[in-house]
C-alpha cells in the first residue's frame, strides 16, 4: 500500500473507534436517561451499574476516543439522574 493510502486507512480505522466510543457513550446514557422506569426498589442512583461505570475512571478512555471530555459526559449523566429522579 502506498504511503497516502496507509494514512487514509489509519483515520478510517480512528473513526471507526471514535464512533464505537460514541456509541458506548450514548447507548449509557439513554439507560441511565430510562431510569424513570425502574421499580421504585432503586432508591439511590449509586445503586445503578450505569452510574458507577460514569462516574468511575473506566469511562475516560472511551471519552478520549469519541473526541468528549469525560467530565462533560458525567455532568449530562447528572442531570440526566437528576431529571428522571427528581
Do not use: H
Not at 466510543?21 to 439511590?44: G, H, P, Q, W, Y
Amino acid at each position: 500500500m502506498r504511503t497516502d493510502q496507509d494514512a487514509a486507512q489509519a483515520e478510517r480505522i480512528a473513526l471507526a473507534y471514535r464512533r464505537l466510543a460514541n456509541a458506548m457513550i450514548l447507548s449509557t446514557l439513554r439507560e441511565i436517561s430510562k431510569l424513570d422506569k425502574l421499580d421504585e426498589s432503586v432508591a439511590c442512583p449509586q445503586e445503578v451499574p450505569e452510574i458507577d461505570f460514569i462516574e468511575s475512571s473506566r469511562i475516560d478512555p472511551w471519552c478520549e476516543l469519541a473526541g468528549v471530555e469525560p467530565e462533560v459526559v458525567r455532568r449530562a449523566a447528572r442531570r440526566l439522574m437528576d431529571a428522571s429522579l427528581c
